[in-house]
């Protein structure tokens, strides 16, 4: 590759996650041009995604458009299109409406998408939480049951107020609490003649812990506090098989329902397998120190697509101070290669975990050694480090407010029934015996 000034060289990142955003902000700095590509119009804050599924927060809350956060970088210019087709060995690629994108260096960062691990029927009736479409379909499904309960309280026994969360890890435990939350606190002002203490909140996982990257003190101090708000954990079984009306577990126990969300895990997004590189676990690409992709000049891959070596040699895990980190470390490896300097091997900052379990109750393993905080403690860092994290002024002003509202009253910003088509259900047609 001829050696080019930083204002000569070009960059193409594909996806505007926590990893391309964070790389097109360092080369941006440093006046590479850079472009964006990314289906959506606008970078989502993943970790809060449960938030908005359960009404705490709105959509905008969690959402800014990529093209304001770039205003004042000239040199990064976004682009919305779906990408179909990635040419690696010409930094080339291909959108949905025919039109071809190249650049000097070529940044993969696509995200990711569920991982069902094939289990059956979980792909046509459960709700994943990976994209705020995806927070909006649950949301809207979440209230239409309560109301379809109201008009008919038979449904309650038909398992219409019954809330399964397959997958006890962050995700799975956070929307856990936060729907034990809405069903104890916020319903019962709602709907005053409404059976709401028979609607129930199940954890599925095939481990024996939550939380399993924590502490044993974590897992029990998850635990105790999920089962203090009524949330039923079926530990050490999978989910065999998704139904319309229920869930079908590998003990041979059965739960009716009509609203299972999957937390299960994450793989590479269908797009990483027309890329032609080799794929490791999860599908994702296997990078180098350096983030580079062996044998593709030019080709680098971060965030949730990649498989990161870790101090330890082994992968580190989806999180997204990590693609947070990733993605400006590869804009420094970038950089490095232009100025023809020896690309700086990625090192990973631990700041620790978090995860929160409900009103007034979080974990908070921080710094180095994950020295741990729980409860009010753990929950007050958890709101410190979440709104600090989140892209825009008025969308952490907005949070702070929407917090304070959900947690010194019963209030929810958002709980209105916005995407009828994943909340209808049709239960004149199903058997009732």
């Given at each position: 590759?001829?050696?080019?000034?930083?204002?000569?060289?070009?960059?193409?990142?594909?996806?505007?996650?926590?990893?391309?955003?964070?790389?097109?902000?360092?080369?941006?700095?440093?006046?590479?041009?850079?472009?964006?590509?990314?289906?959506?119009?606008?970078?989502?804050?993943?970790?809060?995604?449960?938030?908005?599924?359960?009404?705490?927060?709105?959509?905008?809350?969690?959402?800014?458009?990529?093209?304001?956060?770039?205003?004042?970088?000239?040199?990064?210019?976004?682009?919305?299109?779906?990408?179909?087709?990635?040419?690696?060995?010409?930094?080339?690629?291909?959108?949905?409406?025919?039109?071809?994108?190249?650049?000097?260096?070529?940044?993969?960062?696509?995200?990711?998408?569920?991982?069902?691990?094939?289990?059956?029927?979980?792909?046509e009736h459960t709700f994943p939480l990976y994209s705020l479409d995806d927070a909006e379909r649950l949301r809207s499904r979440v209230f239409e049951v309560f109301e379809d309960a109201d008009s008919r309280p038979e449904l309650v026994e038909r398992g219409a107020l019954n809330f399964v969360?397959?997958?006890?890890?962050?995700?799975?435990?956070?929307?856990?609490?936060?729907?034990?939350?809405?069903?104890?606190?916020?319903?019962?002002?709602?709907?005053?003649?409404?059976?709401?203490?028979?609607?129930?909140?199940?954890?599925?996982?095939?481990?024996?812990?939550?939380?399993?990257?924590?502490?044993?003190?974590?897992?029990?101090?998850?635990?105790?506090?999920?089962?203090?708000?009524?949330?039923?954990?079926?530990?050490?079984?999978?989910?065999?098989?998704?139904?319309?009306?229920?869930?079908?577990?590998?003990?041979?126990?059965?739960?009716?329902?009509?609203?299972?969300?999957?937390?299960?895990?994450?793989?590479?997004?269908?797009?990483?397998?027309?890329?032609?590189?080799?794929?490791?676990?999860?599908?994702?690409?296997?990078?180098?120190?350096?983030?580079?992709?062996?044998?593709?000049?030019?080709?680098?891959?971060?965030?949730?697509?990649?498989?990161?070596?870790?101090?330890?040699?082994?992968?580190?895990?989806?999180?997204?101070?990590?693609?947070?980190?990733?993605?400006?470390?590869?804009?420094?490896?970038?950089?490095?290669?232009?100025?023809?300097?020896?690309?700086?091997?990625?090192?990973?900052?631990?700041?620790?975990?978090?995860?929160?379990?409900?009103?007034?109750?979080?974990?908070?393993?921080?710094?180095?050694?994950?020295?741990?905080?729980?409860?009010?403690?753990?929950?007050?860092?958890?709101?410190?480090?979440?709104?600090?994290?989140?892209?825009?002024?008025?969308?952490?002003?907005?949070?702070?407010?929407?917090?304070?509202?959900?947690?010194?009253?019963?209030?929810?910003?958002?709980?209105?029934?916005?995407?009828?088509?994943?909340?209808?259900?049709?239960?004149?047609?199903?058997?009732?015996?």
């Amino acid at each position: 590759m001829a050696k080019k000034t930083h204002a000569e060289t070009t960059a193409l990142i594909v996806g505007g996650g926590f990893a391309g955003v964070a790389c097109a902000k360092k080369l941006a700095e440093h006046g590479i041009s850079v472009t964006l590509l990314d289906k959506n119009n606008y970078h989502q804050f993943q970790p809060l995604l449960y938030q908005v599924a359960t009404g705490m927060l709105g959509p905008a809350d969690i959402a800014r458009p990529l093209r304001a956060i770039f205003a004042k970088h000239k040199t990064v210019d976004v682009k919305q299109a779906e990408v179909a087709h990635v040419d690696v060995a010409n930094r080339t690629v291909r959108t949905t409406d025919g039109l071809d994108f190249s650049a000097d260096y070529l940044v993969l960062a696509m995200g990711s998408q569920p991982n069902f691990f094939n289990t059956a029927g979980a792909v046509e009736h459960t709700f994943p939480l990976y994209s705020l479409d995806d927070a909006e379909r649950l949301r809207s499904r979440v209230f239409e049951v309560f109301e379809d309960a109201d008009s008919r309280p038979e449904l309650v026994e038909r398992g219409a107020l019954n809330f399964v969360i397959v997958g006890g890890g962050a995700t799975g435990v956070e929307t856990a609490g936060a729907l034990a939350d809405l069903v104890n606190e916020v319903m019962p002002e709602r709907f005053h003649d409404l059976a709401i203490r028979a609607a129930r909140v199940y954890i599925v996982d095939v481990g024996h812990a939550l939380l399993a990257p924590f502490s044993e003190e974590a897992h029990a101090y998850a635990a105790k506090v999920l089962q203090r708000k009524g949330v039923e954990l079926r530990m050490g079984c999978s989910a065999k098989e998704i139904l319309e009306d229920r869930v079908v577990l590998s003990d041979g126990s059965e739960i009716l329902t009509h609203t299972v969300v999957w937390a299960g895990g994450l793989q590479a997004p269908q797009l990483a397998s027309v890329c032609q590189l080799p794929q490791g676990r999860g599908g994702r690409f296997e990078v180098e120190r350096d983030l580079s992709i062996e044998g593709v000049p030019g080709v680098y891959a971060i965030g949730d697509v990649a498989n990161i070596p870790g101090a330890d040699g082994h992968a580190l895990p989806q999180l997204g101070s990590v693609a947070l980190q990733a993605g400006t470390a590869a804009a420094h490896s970038i950089l490095a290669d232009v100025e023809g300097q020896a690309r700086p091997a990625f090192h990973y900052h631990d700041k620790g975990i978090m995860a929160m379990i409900g009103r007034g109750a979080a974990i908070a393993e921080v710094g180095k050694h994950h020295h741990e905080l729980h409860g009010p403690v753990g929950f007050a860092a958890w709101l410190g480090v979440h709104a600090w994290l989140l892209s825009g002024v008025r969308e952490k002003v907005d949070a702070f407010i929407s917090w304070g509202w959900d947690n010194l009253g019963h209030g929810r910003a958002a709980t209105v029934i916005d995407r009828p088509d994943a909340a209808r259900i049709d239960w004149g047609t199903e058997d009732e015996s």
